[in-house]
């Protein structure tokens, strides 16, 4: 049986970096779901498409075909064949990610493949819903969240990292409003699953997150043999 890990949580928690880290150090397979809907979102945005007519939507999605593959160990996230993974990491993209991950067809498209994914690996699988709705019998999972001060504050650095003059406000304001989004959706909105592990890492190192995953991983796994 392939052990599954789960974590979910808003916008800038740290997911990603953290899930890379943990799944290299266990061996596991990294699922970084958000890439799947970003590559959903490139596809719509490159087509036009209005996402507010379903007739539109579903003829964009019938002409949209996600990928995933691993080179190096590295996730790379393919729309019709074509290598997407840098051009997803825009604010427009991300922007369209968040609106089009709110229609259910757009999720039922992915739940699918995720799964697949997940049914023949042991993976750590990172996104909004796993914990809740793709992976409900994963072994472990984890809510990893901080405050949108903290949030905001990473993103501020990273954008000025990249030689970017960001505004502080704006991106907590962008923040915000996506949470919100991501929340109140109708369709598996963004919440901690009843039997999560909840993390906040608004005072702690990516070091401390990713040593906590693994501890709690495994004293799983001895759970699970015992
Ligand atoms: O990088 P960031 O945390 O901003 O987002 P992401 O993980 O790349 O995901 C982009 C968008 O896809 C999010 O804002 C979510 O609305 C959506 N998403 C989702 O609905 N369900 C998932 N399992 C993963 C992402």
């Known amino acids: 049986m392939s052990f599954k890990i789960a974590i979910d949580g808003p916008a800038g928690a740290g997911k990603s970096t953290i899930a890379k880290r943990a799944a290299a150090e266990l061996g596991f397979l990294y699922v970084d779901t958000g890439a799947m809907y970003r590559a959903i979102a490139l596809g719509l945005l490159r087509m036009k498409a209005d996402i507010s007519s379903e007739t539109a939507l579903t ?33 427009e993209v991300g922007n369209m990610a968040s609106s089009a991950a709110a229609k259910p067809q757009v999720r039922a498209k992915l739940t699918q493949l995720q799964r697949e994914i997940a049914g023949k690996n042991d993976v750590l ?28 504050r990473r ?41 999560a592990v909840r993390i906040d890492s608004s005072e702690l ?9 693994i501890s709690l991983m495994k004293a799983k796994r001895q759970e699970c043999s015992a």
């Not at 990172?126 to 949108?148: C, E, M, N």
């Not at 960001?166 to 929340?183: T, V």
């Open 59 to 91: 003829d964009a999605l019938s002409r949209i075909e996600v990928g995933l593959g691993y080179e190096n160990g590295t996730q790379k996230v393919f729309l019709n064949g074509e290598d997407v993974s840098s051009l997803i990491r825009t604010e």
């Open 125 to 152: 699988m990172d996104g909004r819903d796993i914990g809740t709705v793709i992976l409900p019998d994963a072994q472990l999972k984890i809510y990893l969240t901080a405050s949108v001060e903290t949030r905001a």
């Open 155 to 195: 993103r501020y650095k990273e954008l000025c990292g990249k030689g970017e003059a960001p505004s502080l406000d704006e991106i907590a304001a962008d923040i915000r409003e996506r949470d919100y989004r991501d929340m109140h959706r109708e369709t598996a909105p963004l919440r901690q699953a009843e039997d």
């Open 205 to 213: 190192t990516i070091e401390e997150v990713t040593a906590k995953i």
